[in-house]
C-alpha cells in the first residue's frame, strides 16, 4: 500500500459514522441483530491476608476470563442482515451454538473473537403477540490459543540436525550388513560384498526399481504448478501452498524479480540433476566393493537432496515423498549361501533408501508451514506413521544406529508439529442460508476482503461468485 493510499483510507475511515464502523454481528457465520450487551473485563487475582497486616498481599494470576453478553433479536427478512425465515434463523443459531469446539464471533465493537458457549449461555424468548420475531440473549466465553508452557529449540534447525543424523546412522547400518559385520545373519566376517557379482547385481536391481518411483516424482505435475507460490503478486486460487500463504509467511522467501520462464527453465535443470544424480548412483553401485561404501552412501543422499532442490512447496514435498519412504522392492527368495546373501543386501539398500527419503521428508518439515491446527494435525499423523513403520523394521532387522536416529526424529516432529499447530486456528464449518460471493463471505466472517483468495482455495467452487453455502474454513 502507497503512503498516498493510506492517507486516503485514514481520511475515509476518519469521516464514517458511528454506525458505519459497527461490525454485523454474527457467531459461526449465523447473523443476528443486536441491541445492546456487556463484557466483564479484569485480572485473576489472589488475596492473601496475614495476621497484624492491615493491607493483604495481591498477587497477579493473569487476565481474568472475558465474558460477554449479547441481547438482540432475530425477525424474519431483515433489512440489515437479511436471514430468511425467522424461524430458519433460529434453528441455525441453536445449532451453532451446540456445536462440539470453539466458535468465530464477530463482535460489533471487539471485532472477531474465538469463543466458546457455555451451558444455557443462548436464551430465546418467543411471545405470541411479537409474531417473526425472537428476542434471543447469548453468553460468550473468549478462549486463548492452545499454547502450553514449554522449553524448546529451534525446531526447525533441530529437525535438520535430526534428519541429517538419521542419513548417516542408515549409512552406518548398510555399511555393517554389505561390507562386514553380518555374522549373525550368514556367518561372514567381511558382510556379503565377498559374493560379487551376485550381491552388486541385486543391489542394482533394487536401485533400478526406485528410479522408478523417482521418475515418477520428477515428472509430477505438481513440481510444476507449485513455482507459481515462488512469484510475488496474486494468483488466485492454484498458487497459494505452504511457500505462500494467506495467513503466514513460509521460511522459504519468494523471489521479486523471477519470472514464470525462468522457473520453468530452473526447474527442469533441476529435474536433469536428478536423473544425472540417479545414474551416478547406479555407476556407484555397480563398483561397490569394502573400499568404496562412502561413495554409495553419498550418492544416495545427492539423489534426495537434488530432488528436494526441485520440489518448490513443501507441502507438496512430503506428499511426494510418500512413496519413497514407504518403498518395498519385490521380495526375492533364494537358497543357500549366496541366496541368503542376496535377501540381505536387498533388504538393506531398501532400507538405506526409505530412510535417506525419510530424512528429507525431516528437513521438509523443517520449513513447512501448515495453514491450520487441523492440516498441522494431519501431517504429523502421516509422517509419524511412516516413520513408525520404519522404526519397526529397523528394529527387526537389529539396526540399533537407525533404530535411535529413527526415535528422535520422531520426538522432534511431534514437537515441532505441535507446537506450530498450537497458534493456528482451527478449520470450521460455516453455513449460509444462500450462496455468496467469495469477497461477501470474506468480509462476513473475517471482516477482511482480501482474505476472498483463501476462501476460494479451501472451497474450490465452480465460480468465486457463487460460493458453496457450507463450507470449511479458518475459525479466525
Given at each position: 500500500?502507497?503512503?498516498?493510499?493510506?492517507?486516503?483510507?485514514?481520511?475515509?475511515?476518519?469521516?464514517?459514522?458511528?454506525?458505519?464502523?459497527?461490525?454485523?454481528?454474527?457467531?459461526?457465520?449465523?447473523?443476528?441483530?443486536?441491541?445492546?450487551?456487556?463484557?466483564?473485563?479484569?485480572?485473576?487475582?489472589?488475596?492473601?491476608?496475614?495476621?497484624?497486616?492491615?493491607?493483604?498481599?495481591?498477587?497477579?494470576?493473569?487476565?481474568?476470563?472475558?465474558?460477554?453478553?449479547?441481547?438482540?433479536?432475530?425477525?424474519?427478512?431483515?433489512?440489515?442482515?437479511?436471514?430468511?425465515d425467522v424461524l430458519a434463523?433460529?434453528?441455525?443459531?441453536?445449532?451453532?451454538?451446540?456445536?462440539?469446539?470453539?466458535?468465530?464471533?464477530?463482535?460489533?465493537?471487539?471485532?472477531?473473537?474465538?469463543?466458546?458457549?457455555?451451558?444455557?449461555?443462548?436464551?430465546?424468548?418467543?411471545?405470541?403477540?411479537?409474531?417473526?420475531?425472537?428476542?434471543?440473549?447469548?453468553?460468550?466465553?473468549?478462549?486463548?490459543?492452545?499454547?502450553?508452557?514449554?522449553?524448546?529449540?529451534?525446531?526447525?534447525?533441530?529437525?535438520?540436525?535430526?534428519?541429517?543424523?538419521?542419513?548417516?546412522?542408515?549409512?552406518?547400518?548398510?555399511?555393517?550388513?554389505?561390507?562386514?559385520?553380518?555374522?549373525?545373519?550368514?556367518?561372514?566376517?567381511?558382510?556379503?560384498?565377498?559374493?560379487?557379482?551376485?550381491?552388486?547385481?541385486?543391489?542394482?536391481?533394487?536401485?533400478?526399481?526406485?528410479?522408478?518411483?523417482?521418475?515418477?516424482?520428477?515428472?509430477?505435475?505438481?513440481?510444476?504448478?507449485?513455482?507459481?507460490?515462488?512469484?510475488?503478486?496474486?494468483?488466485?486460487?492454484?498458487?497459494?501452498?505452504?511457500?505462500?500463504?494467506?495467513?503466514?509467511?513460509?521460511?522459504?522467501?519468494?523471489?521479486?524479480?523471477?519470472?514464470?520462464?525462468?522457473?520453468?527453465?530452473?526447474?527442469?535443470?533441476?529435474?536433469?540433476?536428478?536423473?544425472?544424480?540417479?545414474?551416478?548412483?547406479?555407476?556407484?553401485?555397480?563398483?561397490?566393493?569394502?573400499?568404496?561404501?562412502?561413495?554409495?552412501?553419498?550418492?544416495?543422499?545427492?539423489?534426495?537432496?537434488?530432488?528436494?532442490?526441485?520440489?518448490?512447496?513443501?507441502?507438496?514435498?512430503?506428499?511426494?515423498?510418500?512413496?519413497?519412504?514407504?518403498?518395498?522392492?519385490?521380495?526375492?527368495?533364494?537358497?543357500?549361501?549366496?541366496?541368503?546373501?542376496?535377501?540381505?543386501?536387498?533388504?538393506?539398500?531398501a532400507s538405506l533408501l526409505?530412510?535417506?527419503?525419510?530424512?528429507?521428508?525431516?528437513?521438509?518439515?523443517?520449513?513447512?508451514?501448515?495453514?491450520?491446527?487441523?492440516?498441522?494435525?494431519?501431517?504429523?499423523?502421516?509422517?509419524?506413521?511412516?516413520?513408525?513403520?520404519?522404526?519397526?523394521?529397523?528394529?527387526?532387522?537389529?539396526?540399533?544406529?537407525?533404530?535411535?536416529?529413527?526415535?528422535?526424529?520422531?520426538?522432534?516432529?511431534?514437537?515441532?508439529?505441535?507446537?506450530?499447530?498450537?497458534?493456528?486456528?482451527?478449520?470450521?464449518?460455516?453455513?449460509?442460508?444462500?450462496?455468496?460471493?467469495?469477497?461477501?463471505?470474506?468480509?462476513?466472517?473475517?471482516?477482511?476482503?482480501?482474505?476472498?483468495?483463501?476462501?476460494?482455495?479451501?472451497?474450490?467452487?465452480?465460480?468465486?461468485?457463487?460460493?458453496?453455502?457450507?463450507?470449511?474454513?479458518?475459525?479466525?
Open positions: 500500500m502507497t503512503l498516498l493510499s493510506e492517507i486516503v483510507q485514514i481520511a475515509l475511515d476518519s469521516n464514517r459514522t458511528w454506525t458505519e464502523s459497527l461490525n454485523k454481528a454474527s457467531f459461526r457465520g449465523v447473523p443476528f441483530a443486536i441491541y445492546g450487551g456487556d463484557a466483564r473485563f479484569g485480572r485473576r487475582l489472589a488475596l492473601h491476608e496475614y495476621p497484624g497486616r492491615d493491607k493483604p498481599y495481591i498477587e497477579d494470576m493473569g487476565r481474568a476470563t472475558r465474558r460477554i453478553r449479547m441481547t438482540g433479536f432475530l425477525v424474519t427478512d431483515s433489512l440489515i442482515y437479511g436471514g430468511g434463523q433460529r434453528d441455525a443459531l441453536v445449532a451453532a451454538v451446540e456445536q462440539p469446539g470453539l466458535g468465530a464471533l464477530m463482535h460489533p465493537t471487539l471485532g472477531a473473537l474465538n469463543v466458546s458457549v457455555p451451558a444455557e449461555g443462548l436464551s430465546v424468548i418467543e411471545r405470541w403477540d411479537m409474531g417473526r420475531y425472537f428476542e434471543i440473549s447469548i453468553i460468550f466465553i473468549e478462549s486463548g490459543d492452545r499454547v502450553f508452557p514449554s522449553i524448546t529449540s529451534s525446531s526447525g534447525s533441530l529437525l535438520d540436525k535430526l534428519a541429517a543424523a538419521l542419513g548417516l546412522s542408515s549409512a552406518l547400518d548398510f555399511v555393517r550388513k554389505i561390507i562386514g559385520g553380518v555374522t549373525a545373519v550368514i556367518n561372514a566376517v567381511q558382510g556379503v560384498i565377498k559374493f560379487g557379482k551376485a550381491i552388486v547385481g541385486m543391489v542394482m536391481g533394487v536401485i533400478a526399481d526406485f528410479k522408478v518411483l523417482v521418475g515418477t516424482i520428477t515428472r509430477d505435475v505438481r513440481s510444476l504448478t507449485s513455482l507459481t507460490s515462488l512469484l510475488v503478486g496474486n494468483y488466485g486460487r492454484y498458487a497459494d501452498g505452504n511457500v505462500s500463504s494467506a495467513l503466514i509467511a513460509s521460511k522459504k522467501a519468494r523471489n521479486s524479480s523471477a519470472t514464470m520462464p525462468e522457473l520453468i527453465a530452473d526447474n527442469a535443470a533441476k529435474r536433469a540433476a536428478v536423473d544425472e544424480s540417479m545414474e551416478r548412483l547406479l555407476e556407484a553401485a555397480e563398483n561397490l566393493d569394502a573400499s568404496s561404501s562412502d561413495t554409495f552412501t553419498d550418492a544416495v543422499q545427492a539423489v534426495m537432496d537434488d530432488l528436494l532442490a526441485g520440489i518448490a512447496d513443501p507441502g507438496d514435498a512430503i506428499t511426494l515423498l510418500a512413496p519413497l519412504v514407504s518403498f518395498t522392492p519385490s521380495t526375492y527368495s533364494g537358497v543357500g549361501a549366496v541366496g541368503t546373501a542376496r535377501s540381505v543386501a536387498q533388504d538393506a539398500t526409505r530412510r535417506a527419503a525419510l530424512a528429507a521428508m525431516g528437513k521438509v518439515l523443517a520449513s513447512y508451514v501448515p495453514s491450520s491446527y487441523d492440516e498441522a494435525m494431519s501431517t504429523m499423523s502421516t509422517v509419524t506413521g511412516f516413520i513408525d513403520a520404519e522404526i519397526l523394521v529397523a528394529g527387526d532387522a537389529g539396526d540399533d544406529e537407525s533404530y535411535k536416529a529413527l526415535i528422535a526424529l520422531r520426538q522432534a516432529v511431534v514437537s515441532a508439529l505441535t507446537t506450530t499447530g498450537a497458534t493456528l486456528p482451527n478449520l470450521e464449518t460455516f453455513s449460509f442460508r444462500a450462496a455468496l460471493p467469495a469477497l461477501v463471505m470474506a468480509n462476513r466472517l473475517y471482516q477482511d476482503a482480501s482474505r476472498a483468495d483463501e476462501l476460494i482455495q479451501q472451497a474450490n467452487p465452480i465460480h468465486p461468485a457463487f460460493m458453496p453455502s457450507t463450507v470449511k474454513a479458518l475459525a479466525r
